[in-house]
């Protein structure tokens, strides 16, 4: 729906070195879809995926970008 929380996490993966993670959970209908289209762009790895009633908790490593 709205760009701003995928540029915030694009933001905060480049902080972060090659092999650190971050943990992030949304409740957003549309952001499984969205993370997986970014997550393709090579910067980060999702490590974990999983579903907590309405939200979804993801873990991503820093793997490039």
Partial sequence: RCP???????KTMRQL???QTLCVVA????FRADLEAWAGS??????LWDRQ???????LVRCGG
Wanted: net charge negative.
């Fill in 27 to 30: 409740d957003d209908p549309a």
């Fill in 4 to 10: 701003r929380p995928l540029v915030l996490l694009s």
């Fill in 53 to 59: 009633g309405e939200a979804d908790r993801v873990l």
């Fill in 17 to 19: 070195a090659m092999g």
């Fill in 42 to 47: 090579g910067m980060a790895a999702v490590r």
